[in-house]
């Protein structure tokens, strides 16, 4: 016969003490007799007997320690003045994270401050002047979740002079010395790979992270050509070598003879290695991809407005983005260890480098003096929206084409 609840809570009540109290071999007994009695198992007898809750049931939180009555935790330094006149120059900069912000903020406070962009009164200032990185994610951190957001390769490997030019062994590359560029394509046909459509020349020196971008009309040897050659004349150090992929589009004729007459060494990565070019695919997505997604740009209008854009681009990735540069990569076991060395920004480094002359640290300093951090991303905004507008739009003569022909299969 089975018992009812109360009383089998009286029973429990009145073996708790003894269970509690007994030896390890008696609580074995204690235990055996309760469950004949109750017809629990042993489990769920013994936190009873015990007076805890059983599992599953959850536990009871501890009680919260209330402070004393006199004392009070400590005052926080970075108050909500300093998030304030902190957010506008991190969404100026475009969101960075905490150490790369904190690399860049004293120069550009005092920017922004000089071109009147913002105004932070001396006690911020000091603070701002001084705050880490930690500090500068964790007052972010709510900002920072609100913009959290819940390509395709159509590179066909040349076969012209493909085993004549070398495969990148770094044997040839002084990759301290600024000078030696990765370089790629980005394509921008939207998810629809027929007809012709835009492209994106992405130039990375190795050195510095300098960046160049160039918009071109299709990914034909001449547009491609031509702009190698307005990359090269903007550089603010002489080129001394490329290192492409293995397509068509620069494994040419033109190409080879180009750098064999200017003594530039060039390089192809190993087929279906992306890590040979990790410098210039990481920025095909941070300096591309970012500013201009994935939409299709096949018209006359968005490729002037790609051009224009990479022009205002090009001053603002270089002269205030921060990068950091891997130092050191050591594995123990299981665990693979990092150190990057502190964010500079590629202006910076090349101002730091033995091998720039000083006639061209003056000319970027000088152009460094001139530019207003917040005018560029205003600009760069201003070209975005129009480029998305147009994008938007009914499609152009390559994409009607194509829906024509979709349409005709229905």
Not at 32 to 51: H, P, Q, V
Not at 380 to 395: C, E, G, T, Y
Request: aromatic share 8%.
């Amino acid at each position: 016969m089975r018992l009812d609840l109360r009383t089998r809570k009286n029973i429990a009540e009145k073996l708790a003490g003894r269970y509690q109290k007994a030896s390890k071999k008696e609580r074995g007994r204690i235990l055996d007799e309760f469950c004949a009695l109750t017809g629990y198992n042993r489990s769920y007898a013994a936190c009873i007997l015990r007076k805890k809750p059983p599992p599953g049931k959850g536990r009871a939180r501890p009680p919260v320690k209330q402070a004393p009555a006199g004392r009070q935790g400590r005052r926080p330094v970075y108050t909500n003045d300093v998030r304030k006149a902190l957010l506008p120059i991190w969404a100026i900069l475009n969101y960075p994270c905490g150490r790369r912000l904190v690399a860049v903020l004293p120069q550009v406070t005092e920017k922004l401050e000089r071109y009147g962009e913002i105004t932070v009164p001396d006690s911020v200032r000091e603070k701002l002047l001084v705050i880490s990185a930690s500090s500068a994610d964790r007052l972010l951190a709510a900002e920072r979740r609100k913009l959290q957001i819940k390509s395709r390769s159509k590179t066909k490997p040349g076969s012209l002079l493909k085993h004549q030019i070398p495969v990148r062994t770094f044997s040839e590359w002084d990759d301290a010395r600024p000078g030696f560029l990765e370089i790629d394509l980005v394509g921008h046909d939207g998810g629809i790979n027929s007809g012709e459509f835009c492209q994106s020349l992405d130039c990375v020196d190795v050195s510095s992270g300098w960046t160049e971008i160039r918009a071109c009309r299709n990914k034909a040897q001449r547009w491609v050509f031509e702009a190698i050659d307005d990359v090269r004349s903007g550089l603010p150090f002489p080129l001394k070598g490329i290192d492409s992929d293995n397509g068509g589009e620069f494994i040419n004729q033109p190409l080879t003879s180009y750098c064999e007459a200017g003594g530039i060494t060039f390089t192809r990565s190993r087929p279906y290695r992306k890590n040979d070019s990790c410098f210039v695919e990481q920025k095909n997505f941070t300096a591309v991809r970012s500013y201009v997604g994935y939409l299709r740009y096949d018209s006359g209008q968005q490729l002037e407005l790609l051009g224009e854009l990479y022009q205002e681009l090009r001053l603002y990735l270089n002269f205030f983005q921060p990068q950091m540069r891997l130092k050191e990569k050591t594995r123990e076991g299981s665990k693979v260890r990092k150190r990057y060395d502190k964010p500079k920004t590629p202006y910076e480094r090349l101002l730091a480098s033995p091998h720039v002359d000083e006639l061209a640290k003056r000319k970027l300093r000088r152009q460094y003096a001139r530019l207003n951090p917040a005018d560029l991303a205003r600009r760069i905004n201003a070209i975005q929206a129009r480029l998305f507008k147009i994008s938007s739009l009914p499609a152009s003569g390559q994409m009607r084409e194509a829906d024509q022909e979709a349409r005709s299969f229905e």
